[in-house]
């Protein structure tokens, strides 16, 4: 009984229950659709097709069962599973515990119950246990960055995929950079027709891609199907349109929005990405801009958080910019970091008027912020610290810890990333709320959420290499009870894991 991540009580008992082609699987009401994915998720491997009851029968039947009287002890997400020789037990408050529920089923299954071929001549036996569980933080998050690479549509799939086996609920996608734009805007169809196309990191740097081209991009139709393929697998998608800075795409696509409009409208497309100056110009046009892809994209993305990046932003072209010298005069600021908060300000306004809340990187924090702001603190934890103390959701993603591009082992024995080392002890050994906090503060701390910035990885082979496991290890970090955490029985249980990452062909990383 190898679970990742752990959960919080758990008694073996004698004795296992079988699974065979004439197992039933009752549900009703809410859990009816668990109960279809349990069926689908088991049967490339299993080779049947487990039958779908209402009622319950009291043998041989694995039952799935909304039970909101759970709701006050275990939250949404939780779930309670007791495995006899008989039944297989699974009860929630709501669908996002008996999805959980339905991952740690699997987990106790023999390892080809991950698979997605027929095995022959294995005996589907769970063990009998008493599982009690429920995450320790609401935000368990993993980014993804098609922007600098690509990603295909299948490949983001997959990686929802196995994300859901580890218990993860959020997927930021950050959609665009200097080096591409790859988030469909109908009102601004060059952000894709010319921000889409340029392989700009090749051009930048030959030796950060090594594998196929990076551009491309995801229309409407296929944002919607994402959203959709991660919601079936509680997962929500957070989308992050970057601004002021690394607008790079967007400025070549539509030079208005940028410092010097009249000079790089006089050079060729394949020019501009050089001569561009990487950084909006907040003028009230680009300010309507960046709301009205924010319209479309709070069309597409059901889900509460909108990411708008805020991060790294030159403001020196500002300081050097007449015009822009002019804005700071006129909307009587005092200098460049202001107009930042001020645009940002203008994008958390608009956000939260629509019902939605902003996230940012934590450099949103200076010049003050709306109460709804969430503040995602990636240079160390003194952002999550200020915000939190502040008032101020915060989700804790620093580069000390939760940096999967940076290597995992000895540079010399790696594939090429961008630097640092996050070996996998040092992201089990993780710990979301900062000892600075006290504990009202500390009840900011939404969660965590490690990120795989794509500069240097083109494939998913590469990307799932990076991802795994040091992604089991946060799962832990961020669902495990901090009591229970120890790095040496982790090690043991993750051994038996990776056969399943195996088995789900998972180019991991090996131990
Ligand atoms: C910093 S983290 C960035 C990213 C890079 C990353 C590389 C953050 C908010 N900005 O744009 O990809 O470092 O590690």
């Known amino acids: 009984m190898s679970l990742i991540p752990a959960p ?67 939250g949404g997400e939780g779930y309670e599973l007791t495995v006899s020789g008989r039944v297989v037990n699974l009860r929630a408050a709501d669908s996002a515990g008996l999805f959980y529920g339905v991952q740690t089923l699997r987990q106790l299954l023999p390892a080809a119950a991950c698979g997605k071929k027929k095995v022959e001549g294995i005996q589907w036996t769970v063990p009998c246990v008493r599982i009690t569980d429920h995450p320790r933080f609401a935000w368990r998050g993993l980014l993804i960055d098609p922007a600098r690479h690509f990603i295909p549509v ?93 607008t790079g795409a ?41 709301q009205n892809v924010l319209t479309e994209v709070m069309d597409l993305f059901p889900g509460t958080h909108i990411h708008i990046g805020g991060d790294e932003a030159n403001i020196d072209h500002w300081r050097k910019s007449a ?27 608009f956000l939260t008027s629509r019902g939605r809340q902003l996230v940012g990187w934590d450099e949103i924090l200076q010049g003050g912020l709306a109460a709804g702001a969430v503040v ?10 200020t915000a939190a ?41 993780y710990e979301p709320i900062p000892s600075a906090l006290n504990a009202d503060q500390a ?3 939404l969660g965590g959420q490690a990120q795989l910035w ?17 992604a089991a290890a946060m799962a832990e970090v961020l669902w495990s009870p901090k009591t229970s955490r120890s790095y040496d029985p982790f090690l043991k249980r993750l051994t038996d894991h990776l056969l399943r990452l195996k088995t789900t062909e998972v180019n991991y990383r090996p131990l």
């Not at 689908?40 to 909304?66: H, N, S, W, Y």
């Not at 500069?455 to 040091?470: C, D, G, L, S, V």
Request: charged share 25%.
């Open 8 to 74: 919080v009580s758990c008694e073996r008992q004698e004795g296992f229950f079988a699974i065979t082609a004439s197992t039933c699987v009752a549900a009703q009401g809410g859990a009816i659709s668990e109960a279809s994915k349990l069926i689908e998720v088991l049967e490339p491997a299993m080779g049947f097709r487990l039958g779908q009851v209402e009622r319950p029968v009291d043998t041989d039947c694995i039952e799935l069962k909304i039970d909101s009287s759970l709701r006050a002890g275990l």
């Open 154 to 246: 299948s490949d983001v799939e997959r990686y929802l995929d196995v994300m859901a086996l580890h218990k993860f609920n959020r997927l930021q996608i950050h959609f665009t950079d200097d080096q591409g734009w790859r988030i469909e805007i109908k009102k601004y169809p060059r952000l894709t027709g010319i921000g889409a196309g340029m392989d700009f990191s090749a051009l930048q740097a030959k030796d950060q891609t090594n594998g196929p081209k990076a551009g491309g991009f995801y229309t409407q139709d296929q944002i919607r199907h994402l959203v959709r393929y991660a919601a079936e697998r509680h997962i929500t998608i957070v989308p992050e349109i970057e601004m002021p800075a690394h």
């Open 250 to 290: 967007a400025i070549v696509s539509y030079p208005e929005i940028g410092l010097y409009p009249e000079k790089l409208n006089a050079l060729p497309v394949e020019k501009r990405w050089r001569a561009h100056e990487g950084v909006l110009a907040p003028r009230p046009e680009t300010v309507l801009f960046m």
């Open 323 to 349: 015009g822009m010298q002019a804005l700071i005069r006129e909307l009587k600021l005092k200098d460049e970091a202001e107009l930042h908060s001020w645009f940002i300000r203008q994008m958390d306004a």
């Open 376 to 385: 995602m603190s990636w240079r160390g934890e003194e952002g999550g610290i």
């Open 389 to 429: 103390r502040a008032g101020h959701d915060v989700v804790m993603a620093p580069t000390s810890h939760t940096y999967f591009d940076y290597y995992q082992g000895p540079a010399e024995k790696e594939p090429k990333a961008i630097g640092g080392l996050i070996p996998l002890e040092k992201v089990y050994a």
């Open 443 to 445: 009840r900011h701390v």
């Open 454 to 470: 794509g500069e240097f990885i083109a494939t998913q082979e590469h990307r799932m290499y990076m991802t795994y496991p040091r």
